[in-house]
């Protein structure tokens, strides 16, 4: 089987893959990266989002053997070595972005290849944004009160009551 | 009081695992030596199984073992937990719902065989050598067909494929047909409520394991309610003694229903486990979980509404077909019956009311409840048949809707359909739907939209549902075949801090964060000291689950009274440490106190001294701290609430555009807001989902055409709006001790109508003829309908 070498989370793993293994098969199975989810079987949902050379891509979609050499950051990346949150992740949990966790992988690192490119977006620049994360349970509103949370943006207060 | 105790919007602790990539899911965990399991499925929606040669597959690489129907053939069948009778007092007929198909497949994706192997593709790439000669047979998909008997069965040995024909409530029939035979006006509607599938985003997954030294069994899996799986394993399907298998429902992510049920595949991998001595893992794609989890919804119904001229309503019918796919689920008889036809008399005041139910067979993917289950499909039909009633009567919605709800001082309600309502106020909900959704400014808003070519509409829709499922005696009368009490055990450590074991499981719904609040609240303690345990059969009590609005209302109520406990025990502690009597002992802010003294002991010393009991009064108290608590509700519980929307139809093109979506809910006791605003959201969106986007369609060949996410239309960001959630209008629930009401299907049950009466009401003010749509709205049938 091939070998590949990535650099993950700031390390280099190597691995060997099949021809046919995905980057989402690879990170969880041989890498043990679990925070990698798999919803789908036609790259629709999202929950396998990583960054690949700083670019937002679904996990799913990309064969393991073509990354050696490339740079991939995942969801165990986003914390400070501490532990602590980082801005978005914090952002996700002040807001309710998250319920069942299961999407929150992908839409976190989604959120952050937004953030990236477009520091300030509106509301609608993320709904359109986050149009290739599926999420089951928040209906969105805390994702995009997350998301602009975490870009210094107001949103209303949570549960006004 | 603590803070954080009930009421305070507690931020989830179970997030920072989630939003740090370390959630433990099933298929996270892989133990040493695991095995991989693929199912070969049927194409075929009916079929009959003439051979399976397996022997090509047997010799494919890394091939362990594989399983055919006839395997199983000596276990037992996955039961249906609801008895039904029908009208003429047959028992509802129960075909066997074997592990693997025998000797016919009956739906697409009907498992027939399994594989199991070293690695996962080699379990798929053996599956694809199995060669099964099935000889494929008409399939019965559409309901009437299927009802009328065309000789074409699902199930050939109980000659029919009419599961019951169900009446509700049997001795007002006779009066509801003569109420509206002889009234004033009668308005009919018949319309569809819509296959959906529940799409938890994690798929299906199960790992069995088995230990030849102790023949102990262990079932990781994504359930809702590890313990009522493991009891249909062990007292239906495989018969392994209950304290030989260990259930484990770790992180799940989402249910909505769908992961309440046992599935054929745990018991195959336990099975598989113990044939082959190594752990056996599945796990589903999308592609089975649209093929093969349970969907929701499904119905057929023509509803009749009669009334005075002045709208005062008379009586309700119905007449409803309800598909239960190929096989019952476990849930599915009791969905389109007690959950629904006990709803039929809404918010209110109708003194008539009759449901008929026929559950019908069908070769597709079994149906059971899916978020709301039966209450969503009640209120669709009653809030549609109103607002066209309204119509018909020159009326507006609003005010049809109050001159019969069930006004603020008639509690405790018996309802036409059979159930006694203990709270409410509908009067107050809609006085603030008034408000906030801004009924006043919307003529303004209409006409803005109409200078940019749209038609604008105002839905409203105001629901009841029973949740807090259910007192166990009433059920048991009813036909279930569970109990439906909930259990905790409070264990107060020597330290002082506190482990809760619960049976209620979260896979969303922040119990880890919200149980905490009831219990610091009651002992005056810090949340932080509390931690809850759920989801492992091994250390948990025998509770029945999360479903239904249940969890705070039962489980919740289980771990109050188990606290309650906990403080009349330690009061008793601490009367023999402050040497007076119990009675004379006050507890409050986490301390006990003689009142009129300076004699007090705080929870932590009283905890320590329950674990180190020296100069102890050992002979009438026992040492430790922890009690258990089986709560079973008095009723179900009424949550209320009442939904407004406006959207905007392109006239162009059919497309609706949702401008507001405002939710009033009346939960009772709120204990955690943030996270109840949350389920709210969650569930509007699955409603709007039903309403403008999702359909679970096969065609006449039971092929099922939407059976991937690039079929099925599920609401993603940017078909959504943002939502107003408001819960402040609440009324106490008066019958459990938190006086919550449940609040994790209202989204989904208040939406869909709201959104249809919205689209009706767009059109009828832009001059189309147009008094029903069926969901979902999608463009082309909006279209349609105006260009009829």
């Known amino acids: ?161 | 009081m603590p803070d954080g105790g009930i009421g305070a919007p507690t931020k989830r602790r179970e997030d920072t695992r989630f939003l740090t990539g370390r959630g433990k899911y099933t298929d996270d965990f892989t133990p040493q030596n695991t095995s991989y399991c693929a199912f070969a499925r049927s194409q075929v929606a009916n079929g009959k199984i003439k051979s399976i040669d397996t022997s090509a597959a047997a010799a494919m690489p890394g091939v362990l073992a594989i399983f055919t129907g006839e395997d199983f053939v000596e276990v037992g069948g996955n039961p249906a937990g609801w008895a039904i009778v029908s009208r003429d007092g047959e028992p509802m007929k129960e075909p066997k719902r074997p592990v693997l198909a025998h000797g016919k497949v009956r739906h697409v994706g009907d498992a027939y065989a399994a594989v199991i192997a070293d690695t996962l593709e080699e379990a798929m790439d053996a599956v694809e050598a199995i060669e099964a000669d099935i000889e494929e047979l008409d399939a019965v998909v559409d309901m009437a067909s299927a009802v009328a008997n065309s000789g074409t069965l699902v199930h050939d040995e109980i000659g029919t494929n009419t599961c019951f024909d169900w009446g509700w409530i049997e001795d007002n029939r006779a009066a509801t047909d003569e109420a509206i035979k002889k009234a004033p006006h009668v308005t009919t509607l018949e319309l569809i409520n819509n296959r959906l599938v529940p799409n938890a985003l994690e798929p299906r997954c199960s790992i069995g394991e088995y230990d030849p030294g102790t023949g102990d069994y262990k079932l990781t899996t994504t359930s809702q309610n590890p313990h009522l799986s493991r009891l249909l394993i062990s007292a239906f399907v495989l018969g392994i003694p209950e304290n030989k298998l260990t259930v484990l429902a770790p992180d799940v992510g989402g249910g909505f229903g769908s992961k309440i049920y046992h599935y054929g595949e745990e018991a195959l991998v336990l099975a598989a486990a113990k044939k082959l001595g190594r752990p056996v893992k599945w796990t589903a794609t999308r592609t089975e979980a649209f093929l093969s989890d349970a969907h929701g919804r499904d119905h057929v119904t023509k509803i009749e509404l009669a009334c005075e001229k002045d709208g005062t309503f008379i009586a309700f019918r119905t007449e409803t077909m309800a598909n239960v796919g190929a096989y019952l689920s476990n849930f599915s008889t009791a969905t389109p019956t007690f959950l629904h036809g006990t709803l039929m008399a809404g918010n209110y005041t109708v003194p008539n009311v009759y449901v008929n139910v026929k559950a019908v067979f069908t070769n597709t993917a079994p149906v059971d409840a899916y978020r709301g289950a039966g209450r969503p499909e009640a209120t669709y039909s009653l809030e549609r048949v109103i607002d066209k009633c309204a119509r018909e009567l020159g009326m507006d919605p609003v005010e049809i809707r109050r001159k019969n709800f069930i006004k603020k001082d008639q509690y405790p309600y018996a309802s036409a359909a059979g159930l006694e309502y203990d709270s409410g106020n509908y009067d107050a909900l809609m006085d603030g739907l008034e408000k906030t959704a801004d009924f006043a400014g919307f003529e303004a808003r209409r006409a803005e939209s109409a200078k940019q070519g749209k038609l604008r509409g105002l839905g409203i829709n105001a629901y009841i549902e029973a949740c807090g499922i259910a007192p166990s005696n009433l059920v048991g009368i009813l036909g279930a075949r569970v109990g439906l009490y909930d259990a905790a055990t409070v264990r107060v450590n020597p330290t002082g801090n506190i482990s809760v074991m619960v049976g209620a499981h979260s896979h969303g719904q922040g119990h880890e964060t919200a149980f905490p609040q009831i219990v610091a609240d009651m002992l005056g303690v810090d949340p932080e000291t509390i931690d809850i345990v759920h989801g492992d059969t091994s250390k948990i009590p025998f509770g029945m689950g999360t479903y239904g609005s249940r969890s705070l209302a039962v489980c919740g109520s289980a771990v109050f009274r188990a606290t309650e406990k906990i403080i009349v025990k330690a009061t008793a502690i601490a009367a023999h440490m402050l040497e007076d009597e119990p009675d004379n002992i006050d507890f409050s802010d986490g301390v006990f106190s003689i009142a009129g003294t300076n004699k007090s002991v705080g929870f932590g010393d009283v905890a320590l001294k329950a674990y180190i009991p020296h100069e102890y009064p050992i002979e009438g108290l026992e040492p430790g701290l922890e009690e258990t608590a089986f709560y079973d509700p008095a009723n179900f519980t009424y949550p209320s609430g009442a939904y407004a929307s406006e959207v905007e139809v392109d006239p162009e093109t059919g497309k609706v555009t949702i401008c507001s979506m405002v939710a009033l809910d009346d939960f009772g006791v709120v204990v955690n807001p943030m996270i109840v605003t949350g389920q709210v959201e969650g569930g509007l969106a699955q409603g709007i989902g039903q309403a403008l986007l999702e359909n679970s369609v096969y065609d006449d060949n039971g092929q099922l055409l939407s059976g991937s996410l690039m079929d099925y239309a599920m609401p993603r960001a940017d078909d959504l709006p943002s939502f107003v959630v408001d819960h402040s209008h609440a009324t106490r629930c008066n019958h459990n001790p938190i006086g919550s009401k449940g609040c994790g299907e209202a989204g989904a049950i208040g939406s869909p109508p709201t959104i249809v009466n919205a689209v009706v009401d767009a059109l009828a003010r832009g001059g189309h003829d147009v008094d029903h749509i069926d969901m979902p709205v999608s463009p082309s049938r909006v279209w349609a309908a105006m260009n009829k």
Do not use: W
Request: net charge negative.
């Open chain 1, 1 to 161: 089987m091939p070998k590949v070498t990535m650099n993950i989370n700031g390390r280099a793993r190597s691995t060997e893959v099949e021809n046919r293994t995905l980057l989402s098969t690879a990170l969880r199975e041989k890498l043990h990266l679990t925070g990698t989810h798999i919803g789908c079987d036609t790259s629709q949902c999202g929950a396998c989002v990583v960054h690949v050379n700083g670019k937002a891509v679904k996990s799913c979609a990309v064969f393991a053997v073509e990354l050696d050499g490339a740079t991939i950051d995942t969801i165990e990346g986003q914390a400070a070595p501490d532990g602590s949150l980082n801005v978005i992740q914090q952002a996700f949990k002040d807001h309710h972005g998250l319920q069942c966790g299961f999407c929150t992988p992908g839409m976190v690192m989604s959120a952050a290849a937004l953030l990236k490119d477009n520091p300030k977006p509106n509301e609608a620049e993320i709904r359109d944004y986050l149009e290739g994360n599926i999420c089951r349970c928040t209906g969105y509103q805390g994702i995009v009160n997350a998301i602009m949370a975490a870009s210094g943006q107001a949103v209303p207060a949570i549960a006004a009551e």
